[in-house]
């Protein structure tokens, strides 16, 4: 069965500190990866996704994710984090026609 | 990527009441679902909604509850019946047509139940 973990249910960094999201995956089969984010009374938008094509991923606002089988891990990271990143982004793992979702992890960003 | 639209956006509502949510979208869809996102919680899988037959629900979930309607490929509702203040969530849509599982969702509905 297919499952996401992620580690850390609330990051704080500076303005201008590198951002890391943890996420680490269980699947049976090469999976699809998906990172997710949510701004204060909105719905989901997609930052990026994982479909074998390449293990680096480059995503909107800067994002990219890597994708490593070894450590079935697929970590959200930006060089420099801006106050708009400021958010809940969720990890998910693309199983049959369904999405499993990881329980999410909120940023805050300080000035 | 599709355009998305939920009507409504909000609302708050009596227990024992029921609200339909309205799905809308721009161009047609193979696949469309609706999920609950509890305060402060992730998103869970409510059902498929399958256009021309029942909806597909996820443990936990059963049709009496969560009536879904889905007439064509642009467009599904969502009734949550007889409500409690335990149906307090926000209500998302989503769509999906590659074979990738790559989903977009609507703007959500925050529904309050007192």
């Known amino acids: 069965a297919q499952s996401v973990t992620q580690l850390g249910s609330h990051v704080s960094v500076s303005e201008g500190a590198l951002v890391l999201l943890r996420c680490n995956y269980s699947?049976?089969?090469?999976?699809?990866l998906f990172w997710y984010v949510q701004y204060p009374n909105q719905g989901l938008q997609l930052l990026l996704k994982?479909?074998?094509?390449?293990?680096l991923v480059k995503g909107i606002n800067g994002f990219e994710a890597e994708f490593k089988k070894s450590e079935t891990s697929f970590h959200l990271t930006k060089p420099s984090a801006h106050m708009s990143d400021a958010a809940e982004y969720f990890c998910?793992?693309?199983?049959?026609?369904?999405?499993?979702f990881g329980t999410g992890t909120r940023l805050q960003v300080f000035p | 990527s599709a355009v998305i639209s939920q009507k409504p956006s909000r609302d708050i509502c009596q227990r024992g009441t029921s609200l339909t949510i309205q799905c809308q979208v721009d161009?047609?869809?193979?696949?469309m679902f609706w999920y609950r996102q509890q305060p402060g919680q992730s998103l869970t899988l409510i059902a498929t909604?399958?256009?021309?037959?029942?909806?597909?629900?996820e443990s936990g979930f059963v049709i009496d509850k969560f009536p879904i309607s889905r007439p064509n490929l642009t467009f599904s509702t969502l009734t949550v019946s007889n409500m409690s203040p335990e149906d307090s969530s926000i209500y998302l849509c989503?769509?999906?047509?590659?074979?990738?599982?790559?989903?977009?969702f609507g703007p959500g509905t925050r529904l309050t139940v007192l």
């Open positions: 989503s769509v999906a047509s590659g074979a990738i599982n790559e989903q977009f």
């Open positions: 699947s049976s089969v090469p999976p699809y």
């Open positions: 994982y479909t074998s094509a390449a293990t």
């Open positions: 998910a793992v693309g199983y049959t026609d369904k999405l499993i």
């Open positions: 161009s047609q869809v193979t696949m």
């Open positions: 909604a399958n256009q021309g037959s029942e909806a597909t629900y």
